[in-house]
Each structure stands twice: as C-alpha cells, then as structure tokens.
C-alpha cells in the first residue's frame, strides 16, 4: 500500500502568501481560490475538505464543523 502525501488546505482568512511558501518546501498547500471554492460556508467547506482529503487550516475560532 502507497502511503498518501497530506495536502492542505488555507481557508480565506489566511494570507495566500502561505500557500506559496508551503509548495516552496515541497508541501501540497492549496487555497480555496485555486480550489474554486471562495465564499463556501464553513460547514460546506469541511465537508469538501473531507471528501477531498485535505486538512483544512484555518483561525476561525468559531469554525464549525459538520458530521
């Protein structure tokens, strides 16, 4: 079994300039700009995330998550 490379996601309260500095080090960052996923309402977006297999990073302190 081929172990899977994490891949990250930067919720838009994080400056984009993040992404880039990650992918420089070889981390698979994306934004949800390059996603096509701006304006997705936080229980919306962890669940995209999921089904995507992104771990999601953000500094919300009242992110919700759902099921």
Avoid at 31 to 48: A, C, F, P, V
Wanted: a positive charge; proline letters at 1%; hydrophobic letters at 40%.
């Amino acid at each position: 079994m081929v172990p899977k490379k994490a891949k990250f996601l930067l919720d838009e309260c994080l400056d984009v300039r993040l992404s880039k500095v990650l992918n420089d080090f070889g981390v698979s960052c994306y934004t949800l700009r390059d996603k096509g996923w701006t304006g997705i309402k936080n229980g919306q977006l962890s669940q995209l995330a999921k089904e995507n297999n992104f771990i999601l990073i953000t500094n919300d302190k009242d992110f919700t998550f759902v099921g």
